[in-house]
């Protein structure tokens, strides 16, 4: 069993991730600002800020895993989350976790030698968002993360998210950097689908240090 904190875990990706890892046997600790209107039986909802120093150190010392699935801006656009990863890695380190996000499709490459997604004919006012995330793997890839960090970073298909659920296939595909697309061209993966390739990685470990990319 495997002790697993996610940050956001009330939120679609995070519950979903939430939902897999306890059907599986692993224990589980969502992380929010405020209490789920929905809790999921089996998984401890705590509350707290991602900003509180000490308390993700605490999370990082008490899990094996520590998951972050929040957004990387506010809602004016303003990043939060990417002046946050030094200190999340630091107690990701001292607690003796494996550092995780939840990632942005923005950073997939459209084909092997580029460009990002996010440099094509992406929506406006998601660009902040992706722009954001994509920092935050460059960082992770960079010589400024602290040694001894371990972390994955998983991205999603392009057409990812809670305004389009899909349907739980019980398969995926990924790839390293490159989008991936189905037999009609569609770049698509469900919540349930996503939650699986994540936790399948937790249990496997199979892309330490390294982003990867799921997808139909």
Same mark, same amino acid.
């Given at each position: 069993?495997?002790?697993?904190a996610?940050?956001?875990?009330?939120?679609?990706?995070?519950?979903?991730?939430?939902?897999?890892?306890?059907?599986?046997?692993?224990s589980v600790?969502?992380?929010?600002?405020?209490?789920?209107?929905?809790?999921?039986?089996?998984?401890?909802?705590?509350?707290?800020?991602?900003?509180?120093?000490?308390?993700i150190?605490?999370?990082? !010392? /008490?899990?094996?895993?520590?998951?972050?699935?929040?957004?990387? &801006?506010?809602?004016?656009?303003? #990043? &939060?989350? #990417?002046?946050? &990863?030094?200190?999340? !890695?630091?107690?990701?380190?001292?607690?003796g !976790?494996?550092?995780?996000?939840?990632g +942005?499709?923005?950073?997939?490459l459209?084909?092997?030698?580029?460009?990002?997604?996010? /440099?094509?004919?992406? #929506?406006?006012? =998601?660009k #902040?968002?992706?722009?954001?995330?994509?920092?935050?793997? @460059?960082?992770?890839?960079?010589?400024?993360?602290?040694e001894?960090?371990?972390?994955?970073?998983?991205?999603?298909?392009?057409?990812?998210?809670?305004?389009?659920?899909?349907?739980?296939?019980?398969?995926?595909?990924?790839?390293? @950097? &490159?989008?991936?697309?189905? @037999?009609?061209?569609?770049?698509?993966?469900? +919540?349930? /689908? =996503?939650?699986?390739?994540?936790?399948?990685?937790?249990e496997?470990?199979?892309?330490?240090?390294?982003?990867?990319?799921? +997808? =139909?």
């Amino acid at each position: 069993m495997t002790s697993i904190a996610i940050i956001g875990g009330t939120g679609y990706t995070g519950s979903n991730i939430a939902a897999e890892a306890v059907k599986r046997g692993h224990s589980v600790t969502a992380v929010s600002r405020h209490a789920p209107e929905h809790p999921l039986e089996g998984v401890t909802y705590v509350q707290g800020e991602i900003s509180d120093q000490g308390f993700i150190e605490k999370l990082a !010392a /008490d899990h094996d895993e520590l998951v972050v699935a929040i957004h990387a &801006v506010d809602a004016d656009n303003q #990043p &939060v989350l #990417p002046p946050l &990863v030094p200190m999340l !890695a630091d107690a990701a380190i001292k607690g003796g !976790a494996r550092l995780s996000f939840v990632g +942005g499709a923005g950073s997939t490459l459209v084909a092997p030698a580029g460009p990002r997604l996010v /440099d094509t004919d992406f #929506p406006e006012e =998601y660009k #902040p968002e992706a722009i954001a995330h994509a920092g935050i793997l @460059d960082w992770l890839r960079s010589d400024e993360k602290p040694e001894g960090l371990q972390w994955f970073y998983l991205s999603p298909a392009a057409e990812y998210g809670a305004w389009n659920p899909g349907t739980a296939l019980g398969s995926y595909r990924t790839s390293a @950097d &490159v989008m991936l697309t189905d @037999d009609e061209g569609r770049s698509q993966i469900s +919540g349930a /689908d =996503y939650a699986l390739a994540y936790v399948d990685e937790i249990e496997q470990r199979k892309h330490i240090n390294q982003r990867f990319v799921v +997808g =139909y």
